[in-house]
């Protein structure tokens, strides 16, 4: 097997593993994922569809690149939204002006807001919370696809 198949197939598994890791956590672990959560997702499918096309000719090394750096830089702004040095988008986070909102809109905004938010860290490793990490590794990934196409 070539080098370029190497890391093409372990860029493939890393984002494999990387959904596979958030799913277990949520089904398993009982962590419920915020918006954001999901949203980091999506591009690891497009990774995973992207491995699944090499087999065809095609750009499928870049498209796996994009899907990993996709997820990373929706990681980096959900840690951003995590950390406070953002906001994020107003269905998953705190704050907002309550000023002016009578207690029966109050009430309704409340029983909208999704239970889980966005804005707070569930769980970290070694100070790195659940998106921080996913960046980190998604980058590494998009990488390996991109030294793929070197080779």
């Known amino acids: 097997m070539s080098r370029s198949r190497q890391l093409q197939l372990l860029a493939l598994t890393g984002s494999a593993g990387l959904l596979l890791g958030a799913l277990a956590f949520q089904y398993i672990g009982g962590m419920a994922p915020c918006a954001l ?9 497009v990774a995973l569809v992207a491995g699944a096309g090499l087999v065809l000719p095609g750009p499928w090394a870049l498209l796996g690149a994009l899907g990993a750096a996709g997820s990373g830089a929706i990681g980096v702004y959900h840690t951003g939204v995590e950390r406070r040095w953002w906001e994020g988008p107003s269905s998953c986070t705190s704050g907002g002006d309550l000023s002016g909102m009578s207690a029966q ?3 309704d905004q409340i029983m909208a807001a999704p239970v889980v938010r966005c804005d707070e860290v569930p769980w970290e490793l070694m100070g790195l919370s659940m998106a921080s990490w996913n960046a980190v590794l998604s980058f590494a990934l998009a990488g390996l696809w991109l030294a793929s196409l070197r080779d």
């Open 37 to 45: 959560c999901i949203w980091q997702r999506w591009p690891h499918l």
């Open 105 to 107: 809109e109050l009430l």
